[in-house]
């Protein structure tokens, strides 16, 4: 089944009483991602329930962060611009 791209949706939920964040997602990108995080560490991201369009995990959500956007001066912009010539 094809999914719009607003249909492809990742909702991320977690509270102060408990440990664990539960992802719901229908982006096949961040299925792969996730995917590969169960695998490598099982112990800690687990795949609670799938469908064929979507699946649910489970983690820490001391692994959900937030960052601050990077903030680079035109004049290093101008150094990367030039290293990628």
Known sequence: ??????????IINFNVAESDAVVFTRDKAVIRKLDA????FPE????ISET???K?????????????PR???EERRAQIR????
């Open 1 to 10: 089944m094809k999914l719009s791209k607003y249909e492809q949706e990742t």
């Open 56 to 68: 649910t995990y489970s983690m820490p959500k001391k692994y959900v962060s937030y960052r601050k």
């Open 71 to 73: 903030r680079i001066s």
């Open 82 to 85: 030039k290293q990628m010539t």
């Open 44 to 47: 800690v991201y687990k795949c």
């Open 52 to 54: 064929d369009i979507d």
């Open 37 to 40: 995080l169960v695998t490598e």
